[in-house]
């Protein structure tokens, strides 16, 4: 079956502070593994996918195979992360995307 | 270049009746899926379209059908609608069907039955 957990459906953290947003999933085969974000009154965008293992807006995730998880991170939260984030996979060529329960993140000034 | 866009908006609906929602993807994308969004259950997975075939269909009833069509637009219907349907309805597009391809998301079409 496939599943994403995402274990916080609430975060706050101060402004300077790390942040660790907790991805873990389920895929019996290779996902592709994606942070999707969603800021006040905008759509749902992309944020990072883990096959393109860059850094957005500061943000990383690492692909943990062994531990099915994605975590997503940052080391300086500002203000304008304030967001809900959506942990999601796709798998078996398909574009179906499985998503997480989404963990709304408040970054306190 | 213009968005995903989802019409209509808002609709508000009354049980037993049937809606039509549309989709139009970005330029040039031929792969479209529906989500349902909803407090309880988050996002899932209704459908994928690409190039007029529907490639995956999500664990819903038979009520919820879609379709696509050959400028790559998309249409969800839903028959003998009940309270439960009330969700927000997203559309995404995307250039192909892979998966690891970047959807884009539209604003949604909140739906209320009442």
């Known amino acids: 079956a496939q599943r994403v957990t995402q274990p916080e459906k609430l975060l706050s953290v101060f402004k300077g502070a790390p942040v660790e947003l907790k991805c873990n999933y389920s895929?019996?085969?290779?996902?592709?593994l994606f942070w999707y974000v969603q800021y006040s009154r905008q759509r749902l965008q992309l944020l990072l996918r883990?096959?393109s293992r860059e850094s957005i807006k500061g943000f990383t995730a690492d692909l943990n195979k062994g531990e099915t998880s994605f975590h997503l991170k940052k080391p300086f939260a500002q203000e304008e992360d304030s967001a809900m984030y959506y942990c999601a996979l796709s798998g078996q060529g398909a574009q179906k995307l499985v998503f997480g329960q989404g963990t709304r993140l408040t970054i306190n000034p | 270049k213009a968005g995903v866009t989802q019409t209509p908006r808002y609709l508000i609906k009354t049980r037993g009746q049937q809606v039509t929602l549309s989709c139009s993807p970005i330029?040039?994308?031929?792969?479209v899926s529906w989500y349902q969004q909803t407090p309880g259950q988050g996002l899932q997975f209704l459908f994928e379209?690409?190039?007029?075939?529907?490639?995956n269909k999500g664990n819903f009833p038979g009520r919820f059908s879609g379709r696509q069509f050959s400028n790559s637009r998309s249409e969800m219907n839903v028959s003998t609608l009940e309270l439960g349907d009330s969700a927000l309805y997203l559309c995404a597009s995307s250039l192909d069907p892979g998966a690891g391809t970047e959807a884009f998301f539209g604003q949604g079409t909140r739906l209320t039955v009442v």
């Open positions: 379209y690409f190039s007029e075939t529907q490639r």
């Open positions: 895929y019996s085969g290779s996902p592709e």
């Open positions: 883990h096959i």
């Open positions: 330029s040039g994308h031929r792969s």
